[in-house]
């Protein structure tokens, strides 16, 4: 009922910058929370950074001073400008979501596919 569209991602360079979209279309009434997870091989998936629909943001401390997440509530789109990367923010980044969709009761959460984003030291 909710298809999130992920781009962005790829191979940079220690120090180097990427931008994360990620776009969620279908019978939405309103989004609550974005934002993006990862997943490391061999380690457990983990938030990076969510955004709530008023603005408040919430930082993984490994990311703070680095990352900034953002989002566009007329186009139900959050970006994750991520800087001064580092090899170990090589994942595979996941958008969330939830919100209220036409046809559910209640909060329903949604995943994307998720993107590679690799960091070359």
């Known amino acids: 009922q909710v298809q999130l569209v992920e781009s962005g991602g790829g191979l940079v360079q220690a120090g180097g910058s990427l931008r994360l979209s990620c776009a969620a279309s279908g019978r939405i009434f309103r989004i609550n929370v974005m934002g993006w997870y990862r ?9 990076v950074a969510d955004i709530t629909s008023d603005g408040s943001t919430n930082y993984a401390d490994s990311v703070k001073g680095r990352f900034t997440i ?47 984003v690799t960091v070359s030291s």
């Open 70 to 116: 953002s989002r566009d509530n007329a186009k139900n789109t959050v970006y994750l400008q991520m800087n001064s990367l580092k090899a170990e923010d090589t994942a595979v980044y996941y958008c969330y979501t939830d919100g209220w969709v036409y046809g559910r009761v209640g909060i329903t959460p949604y995943w994307g596919q998720g993107t590679q």
């Open 39 to 47: 997943q490391a091989p061999g380690k457990q998936r983990e938030l």
